[in-house]
């Protein structure tokens, strides 16, 4: 198959079984498997009083290793929020944890992502709040699978994105995901259209580095703004197939 990806499947109410779905090279539809409850899985759960733990972007590494992002927050002060890794060696098993960077926040989220380069290098890029009308992408690179990682910068973007909630409107800054190709880095975002009159509002946003997540510039965003979207785009992904191409 050239595209395979996951979707949550069950009965009615029960939200506890996953299905996976494919397409084959060339092929327009999508087959699937019969949804099932889920098994053969190692849970890691956090019952924390004191914390809270959302957005999680999760990868496999060319080593084999499994490393995780999130944002972590005080459950009594969200007005500020953590970047968090977890990485679980192969071999081993054992799952190392480490707080990256504590940033104010946009919205009450960061939505990081994570991706790893041709080199091996991984980045982590996630929303920053510049000012109360705008926000810009933060990068974070590591060049040891992990263990370590560095701020690139705190404005990626050429141009920061409008947040006002008044005409002229701007966008809420929602969930990232992101992959490379070389020196090449694609972002995907939803982004949600604050005009609440202009019908659907849901956008989705692409953000486009050819110099390895250094800088990104705004390709484009779908549905854009100032008039009703004929349909919803949210919960947007991204891959590099087998031919390189995003």
């Known amino acids: 198959p050239a595209i395979i990806t996951t979707d949550r499947s069950g009965t009615a109410g029960d939200a506890n ?7 084959e090279e060339g092929g327009s539809n999508y087959g699937y498997d019969i949804g ?3 098994s053969g899985f190692e849970p890691i759960q956090m019952n924390d009083v004191t914390y809270g733990y959302k957005h999680p972007d999760a990868l496999t590494l060319s080593n084999g290793n499994s490393i995780v992002v999130y ?3 005080t459950v009594l002060s969200t007005t500020t929020r953590t970047i968090t890794v977890a990485r679980r ?5 054992a799952i190392t944890t480490a707080n990256i960077l504590t940033v104010g926040v946009f919205n009450n989220a960061l939505y990081p992502c994570i991706c790893e380069l041709p080199n091996g290098d991984l980045l982590i890029a996630y929303w920053v709040a510049k000012n109360t009308d705008e926000c810009q992408l933060g990068v974070l690179r590591s060049t040891d699978k992990g263990a ?16 006002k909630g008044s005409s002229p409107f ?5 969930r990232l995901r992101m992959c490379a190709n070389e020196e090449h880095v694609l972002i995907v975002a939803e982004l949600l259209y604050n005009d609440s009159s202009a019908g659907t509002a849901d956008r989705m946003g692409q953000f ?4 390895m997540g250094a800088s990104f510039s705004t390709v484009g965003i779908t549905g854009g703004s100032g ?9 947007a992904d991204c891959l590099v197939d087998k031919n390189g191409f995003f």
Do not use: C, M, Q, V
């Not at 486009?208 to 110099?211: E, F, I, K």
């Open 17 to 23: 079984g996953a299905t996976f779905l494919w397409k």
């Open 148 to 163: 370590n990682w560095t701020e690139i910068t705190s404005a990626a973007l050429t141009s920061s994105i409008s947040t």
């Open 170 to 174: 701007g966008f809420t800054p929602k």
């Open 227 to 235: 008039a009703s979207a004929a349909f919803s785009r949210y919960r």
């Open 208 to 211: 486009a580095s050819s110099n």
């Open 89 to 93: 060696d192969r071999e081993s098993g």
């Open 71 to 73: 944002e972590r927050f």
């Open 36 to 38: 099932g409850a889920i």
